[in-house]
T-cell receptor
Framework: DTEVTQTPKHLVMGMTNKKSLKCEQH?????MYWYKQKAKKPPELMFV???????INESVPSRFSPECPNSSLLNLHLHALQPEDSALYLC?????????????FGPGTRLTVL | AQSVTQPDIHITVSEGASLELRCNYS??????LFWYVQSPGQGLQLLLK??????LVQGIKGFEAEFKRSQSSFNLRKPSVHWSDAAEYFC???????????FGAGTRLAVHP
């Protein structure tokens, strides 16, 4: 089983809302990632978690708050977003953070900020 | 800086024709390279990867890629394209530790019947 699941598939929110994106994997992976993908652009890394600890924050604005409550689950809490934050948010996981650890991606959550 | 470049933004081929998608890399040492495919509105699926060893790598769905150090290239090939191969294709490499992937701009493949 190489499946990474993400919920919801679609999310529409206003700029004053608070919402959360959820990502789950049951492959025993200990590294999890959030990527942001704008339309017609490649994915860009936002955060990396390794063994439930934040390893990389790619200078992401504080209105995006990641959380890794356990090794199978990764959340992205959203607050006071801007319309330019509308994008496809992809989650990925890998066995670890070694260079040879392949990342497996979920289907993404398409976020629209009004 | 380490980078991956895909020179072709958009490619159109006829169904049954052969395909080659170009990827060039800029790395000091031997790079770890990947090809991912993304169907519209979907996540990314790994087609194949190169870490070391044999420079011709076989992947899923009939794809293969060849690592050529002399040309700094890692081109993706398929001998006969199917209509279902229409998608966005991303070449990617690792940069800066922590298994950080950096992606090329992508090549959008259209397949004519």
């Amino acid at each position: 089983d190489t499946e990474v699941t993400q919920t919801p598939k679609h999310l529409v929110m206003g700029m004053t809302n608070k919402k959360s994106l959820k990502c789950e994997q049951h492959m025993g992976h200990r590294a999890m990632y959030w990527y942001k993908q704008k339309a017609k652009k490649p994915p860009e890394l936002m955060f990396v978690y390794s063994y439930e600890k934040l390893s990389i924050n790619e200078s992401v604005p504080s209105r995006f708050s990641p959380e890794c409550p356990n090794s199978s689950l990764l959340n992205l809490h959203l607050h006071a977003l801007q319309p330019e934050d509308s994008a496809l948010y992809l989650c990925a996981s890998s066995r670890g953070i070694a260079d040879t650890d392949t990342q497996y991606f979920g289907p993404g959550t398409r976020l629209t900020v009004l | 800086a380490q980078s991956v470049t895909q020179p072709d933004i958009h490619i159109t081929v006829s169904e049954g024709a052969s395909l080659e998608l170009r990827c060039n890399y800029s790395y000091g040492a031997t790079p770890y390279l990947f090809w991912y495919v993304q169907s519209p509105g979907q996540g990314l699926q790994l087609l194949l990867k190169y870490f070391s060893g044999d420079t011709l790598v076989q992947g899923i769905k009939g794809f293969e890629a060849e690592f050529k150090r002399s040309q700094s290239s890692f081109n993706l090939r398929k001998p006969s394209v199917h209509w279902s191969d229409a998608a966005e294709y991303f070449c990617a490499g690792l940069s800066g530790g922590y298994n950080k992937l950096i992606f090329g701009a992508g090549t959008r493949l259209a397949v004519h019947p």
